[in-house]
């Protein structure tokens, strides 16, 4: 069974909906109230999560019906247009490339409307389903990544997690040898030997990185210019607060 939201501006004109919906025993809300709320976007909209199909009476115009279906692309439901007839194969592909999944109209039988929400209803739950199972995998790819990146953390040396976090804050800019020594050093150690130290540390971080399962290279080299973070790296790190807390936790 599915459960069906009727949206409508006539609630009481829509008697030979509720009769037939109701004959097939169809789960169903109609309101009115709704349209003004979704195209707005008023209120609390969590009602939503409720439905898997979505109705969209005659008495709304081509024009909110068209701004109903963009505000409920992201709601995971399936919505359905009411017309005057079932139309053409052309004029039914022309819907779906609106956004709408089909039509529907008074004229189709009993069993015909039954079989088209039995099938929406299944196609809705298999969805629904294969976006639960994305989301538990990136879930867990998530929480397998943050693992890796812990392991690799925490067998840096306290040198190589300082360039690290000095890298960072110098974003995805190059920043030259001589520089990353000033910041790392004082002017006691002679020149040389900080920057094969230096060199040193950044094959240590990719080579440490890498044992731990992180396959992406996080430290670029611009042969005569420095040393950069990945492009790749950075825009993880920019977008991921677990991430950024990982690495303050370990700098």
Not at 59 to 66: G, H, S, V, W, Y
Not at 142 to 168: A, N, T
């Amino acid at each position: 069974m599915s459960s069906i939201l009727f949206l409508t501006k006539n609630v009481l004109g829509e008697q030979e909906w509720q009769e037939r919906l109701y004959r097939l025993n169809q789960e169903v809300f109609f309101s009115s109230n709704l349209v003004h709320k979704i195209l707005f976007e008023e209120d609390d909209l969590s009602i939503l999560k409720c439905f898997s199909i979505v109705i969209l009476s005659h008495t709304i115009t081509n024009d909110e019906a068209q701004r109903l279906v963009a505000a409920l692309k992201n709601k995971r439901v399936a919505v359905l247009r009411v017309c005057d007839s079932e139309g053409s194969e052309g004029e039914l592909r022309r819907y779906q490339t609106k956004g709408y999944k089909g039509i529907l109209c008074l004229k189709g039988t009993l069993s015909e409307l039954r079989e088209r929400l039995s099938q929406l209803n299944l196609e809705q739950q298999q969805t629904k389903v294969i976006h639960f199972q994305t989301r538990e995998k990136q879930r867990t790819q998530e929480i397998d990544y943050h693992l890796r990146f812990e392991k690799g953390l925490s067998i840096l040396s306290p040198m190589e997690r300082q360039l690290l976090k000095v890298l960072l804050k110098q974003g995805q800019k190059t920043t030259t040898r001589e520089a990353l020594c000033q910041l790392l050093w004082s002017e006691c150690s002679s020149k040389n030997s900080q920057l094969a130290s230096l060199s040193n540390m950044v094959s240590n971080i990719r080579t440490k990185f890498l044992r731990a399962g992180i396959l992406e290279t996080m430290v670029n080299t611009d042969w005569g210019a420095g040393y950069s973070l990945s492009e790749d790296f950075y825009k993880e790190y920019q977008n991921n607060e677990k991430l950024q807390r990982l690495i303050a936790l370990h700098a």
